[in-house]
């Protein structure tokens, strides 16, 4: 049975949600210049992803690439430091201070934060930027201006220890000029090797969606991205772009199978890096929590 081709969406400005919170305004629209190449592989046994998904697959890559389309980034972006860890009954947690590279101090911002399986949303609670970048719960003192951290008055934020789950941040200012977005994956699913990089990102609950982000390969290149699962495979060609960076989808589940391993892996000029994957509900799922 003849290989499904991959499927490549345009998604244009409407895609990306905005967001209202009570004393915030509206998120800025994505320009148009800002416009996101998806591409995606399915496999015969299975199946076709909605528009919503990839609308939504859309807007995480969006937020990943700093709010600009897949080639890409705008001058602010959200940098995290490891602040330490809190023990709690289900284990240590770590903390993570955050730097707004880039964003102006002359504004009120707030965080937005988004889950995989949830929606984007924004905290009631003010904070703000130092002359460092350090997002603060009060506005700086001046002799805090160069402060690196300042545990009683840094914002810190904790995200899900899931093995290849990404929480999702952004900073808003209230007059909505400025939006400075930031991924962060406490336990990425990473292979590096001859200096090519590859991770397969949870993109979807039970990771029945799954984004492939390759660096380090040959810039404006067509990349052959290899996708398998449950002995299925789907092959995923790609252009990368100026920085050797692409990014693909796949979606693991097969029809008739509940659980399995997604295996992900693109050969460079002198590197080959594999990544697997397990995707479905039930003990599987289990496995890629720490």
């Not at 998604?11 to 915030?24: M, N």
């Not at 700086?140 to 545990?151: D, F, K, T, V």
């Amino acid at each position: 049975m003849p290989r499904p081709a991959p499927k490549l969406l345009l998604v244009a400005c409407c895609v990306f949600i905005q967001i209202v919170t009570p004393s915030f305004a509206k998120e800025p629209k994505v320009k148009g210049k800002d416009l996101a190449d998806l591409v995606y592989g399915v496999f015969p046994r299975g199946s076709t992803p909605s528009r919503p998904l990839l609308d939504n697959l859309v807007m995480q890559l969006h937020w990943d690439n700093g709010g600009a389309g897949n080639l890409d980034r705008l001058a602010y972006h959200l940098r995290f430091v490891n602040a330490g860890e809190t023990q709690t009954p289900e284990g240590a947690v770590t903390r993570y201070r955050i730097f707004a590279e880039g964003a102006p101090e002359n504004k009120v911002y707030s965080l937005g934060t988004w889950e995989i399986g949830g929606a984007p949303g924004y905290s009631d609670q003010d904070v703000y930027v130092n002359a460092q970048g350090l997002v603060m719960t009060r506005r700086p003192n001046p002799e805090e201006e160069a402060a690196s951290r300042l545990p009683l008055y840094e914002l810190e934020v904790s995200p899900k220890n899931i093995t290849g789950e990404p929480t999702r941040y952004a900073l808003l200012s209230r007059d909505a000029q400025v939006t400075a977005f930031g991924t962060l994956v406490p336990h990425p699913v990473v292979s590096q090797d001859g200096g090519c990089r590859l991770e397969a990102r949870v993109a979807a609950p039970g990771a029945s969606a799954v984004l492939i982000v390759a660096d380090g390969f040959a810039a404006q290149t067509r990349l052959k991205v290899v996708l398998e699962s449950q002995g299925e495979v789907s092959n995923v060609d790609a252009m990368t772009d100026g920085n050797g960076h692409i990014v693909v989808a796949g979606f693991p589940i097969i029809q008739g199978v509940s659980q399995g391993m997604l295996k992900a892996s693109a050969e460079g000029q002198n590197c080959l890096p594999s990544v697997m994957l397990p995707w479905g509900a039930g003990p599987v799922a289990a496995e890629i929590k720490k």
